[in-house]
């Protein structure tokens, strides 16, 4: 598989931090594909593709998650649970991605099984540099876990 | 010591009711009456019968070895036993709770360095040397049942001022115990509501606060990368201006964030090695500006009874300011000590730099409060106030000596029980 058919799931309900992210990952040349859910449970739907995902079983499922904790419907450490709950979804990278570096919020991430914590920083030019070290690693350095088992 | 086997005060029996003595009494005999003696002496009686009846209040005299002499309506009431029970019989140590008169006389023998044993001499010890004695202590009813008794000790003396024995006199203490409990219950639960409502706050803070600030800084620089070439010199600036106030304010938002930790953050109190700490912070500090040269003058063997990491948050505190406001100076110096004052162990972070005005240092330890201005010395304001927030949950003090242009120093003391250089007195040596 080559590095860009590498796709992302992207967690976000804010668009202006949606917008900057793709921004971000454009500025750095990741051209992965890359899905936008807005909110937790679009983002289950997405992965198991259930409702309006349903076009998607059997489609592969994303090589990384970037996740916010702060959404709507179902927040990011319930999409967490539920993402290393699933055999299908298990073993796929997680990297939190939120405003917050309450401890709180850092503790119940790893303890859910994220593989790990990037807060943005408000400086746009700082949240380039993090995301980019962020791709390189999770895209490139890091070996993916084995296909899953679609359903 | 001898015992009067008597007790000498009431000429009337006491022990079975009073009510009988009032009226009774006839005052002198033959001869002139002397009306004024008399009417005391009513009035002692009247009183002494006021008290021996009171319901609320029991009222125990014993001789001077202990044993119950006067045992009155109220402590019949309170304890359950009936005088005839208990007069001539057991002391007020009998329906004490033991363990509590052990550990009483374990405080009184240090107290006074000398054993005391943990009977009826730990209840009366110090009413026997004349001390005002007023304590709460657990009494056993005749059931077998206990309640919480406030109990003042008073000495009876003879006209030689001799001890022939002691006056007890108590009162239930559960209601208001109750109350007391209930009051503070109420104060823990508003206040645990209170920090509940702080963290969420906070949180709130920290996660819906930043995401606009992101924008704006994001958007601005996006502007600035993709039309750049079609906006002239003011444009750029007034962006770049954008961008820097949301990055202050995101310095702000963390600031505000650091301190609300402060405040919230257990204490964990332990030994810390102050100089260690400091000398820590002070390469650190050096390695971030390697052009700088500052002559450090750290006391050895500086020890703190703190939380170790709320400490090295004041010390970094402290000494970034020292090195920052020394930037200007000609050989700068900080130096990091302690004193003593009193009984008061004091430390201090001293520098030689631009100093300020202790006149306009109102708000020195004030959040946000900033003596200098941003383009002199950069900074938010919000070190000190972290500072001084550590020291009070310490129950310290922190205060600060400067003049302008001749440098500052900073004093802080943590509370005394906590310091470790505090010499441990054996009471019994």
Do not use: C
Request: negative net charge.
């Amino acid at each position: 598989m080559d590095q860009f058919s590498k796709s992302i799931l992207l967690v976000e309900d804010n668009e202006d931090d949606a917008k900057l992210t793709l921004r971000a990952f454009k500025r750095n040349s990741m051209l992965n594909p890359v899905d936008i859910a807005r909110d937790g449970v679009e983002a289950l739907d997405f992965l198991f593709a259930r409702n309006v995902y349903m076009e998607r079983a059997g489609k592969p499922l994303p090589t990384l998650i970037l996740l916010d904790l702060k959404l709507p419907k179902l927040d990011g450490l319930g999409v967490l649970k539920a993402i290393r709950g699933d055999e299908r979804t298990k073993l796929i990278p997680v990297v939190v991605l939120t405003s917050s570096k309450e401890e709180q919020d850092l503790i119940k991430s790893y303890s859910l099984g994220a593989n790990s914590y990037v807060r943005k920083p408000v400086d746009f030019a700082e949240f380039i540099e993090a995301v980019k070290l962020l791709g390189i690693y999770w895209l490139t350095t890091n070996q993916s876990p084995p296909e899953p088992i679609t359903s | 010591m001898i015992v009067s086997e008597e007790m000498t005060l009431p000429q009337t029996d006491l022990s079975h009711g009073v009510n009988e003595s009032i009226g009774q009494f006839q005052g002198g005999s033959d001869g002139i009456i002397d009306i004024d003696r008399q009417k005391t002496l009513v009035m002692a009686e009247a009183l002494q019968s006021a008290i021996l009846n009171s319901p609320n209040f029991s009222s125990i005299a014993t001789d001077a070895n202990g044993v119950i002499q006067i045992f009155n309506v109220g402590a019949e009431r309170l304890l359950g036993y009936a005088a005839a029970d208990v007069i001539n019989k057991i002391t007020p140590a009998d329906i004490s709770d033991s363990q509590e008169l052990v550990a009483r006389a374990a405080a009184l023998s240090l107290e006074f360095h000398t054993p005391i044993a943990p009977g009826f001499e730990a209840l009366v010890y110090k009413a026997s040397r004349g001390i005002e004695d007023i304590y709460e202590l657990t009494k056993i009813r005749k059931d077998g049942s206990r309640f919480p008794a406030v109990v003042s000790v008073t000495a009876l003396r003879d006209a030689q001022n001799a001890i022939i024995g002691y006056l007890l006199i108590g009162t239930d203490n559960t209601a208001r115990r109750q109350e007391a409990f209930a009051r503070i219950e109420r104060s823990n639960r508003d206040l645990a509501a209170l920090n509940e409502e702080l963290k969420a706050f906070s949180y709130s803070v920290s996660h819906d606060l930043r995401g606009p600030l992101r924008a704006m800084d994001g958007f601005s620089l996006a502007l600035l990368e993709d039309y750049g070439d079609k906006l002239d010199d003011e444009g750029k600036d007034s962006l770049n201006r954008i961008r820097a106030a949301s990055q202050h304010m995101g310095n702000l938002i963390d600031d505000m964030l650091r301190l609300s930790k402060a405040t919230r953050s257990e204490l964990n109190v332990t030994d810390v090695d102050l100089s260690a700490i400091t000398r820590d912070i002070a390469d650190s500090l050096g390695r971030e500006s390697p052009g700088r040269s500052v002559q450090w003058a750290i006391e050895a063997g500086l020890s703190v009874r703190a939380d170790p990491a709320l400490m090295r948050i004041v010390m970094q505190n402290l000494l970034q300011n020292a090195w920052k406001f020394t930037g200007t100076a000609d050989a700068p110096v900080i130096r990091v000590g302690a004193l003593q004052r009193g009984a008061t162990q004091v430390y201090f972070v001293a520098d030689n730099g631009v100093g300020f005005d202790l006149a306009h240092a109102e708000g020195l330890f004030g959040a946000f409060q900033r003596l200098h201005r941003a383009d002199e010395f950069p900074g938010t304001g919000i070190g000190l106030a972290i500072v001084q927030r550590i020291i009070h949950r310490h129950e310290g003090a922190i205060w600060a000596d400067a003049k302008q242009g001749e440098g500052a120093t900073f004093y802080f003391s943590v509370k005394e029980k906590n310091n470790g250089s505090v010499q441990q007195v054996n009471p019994a040596g």
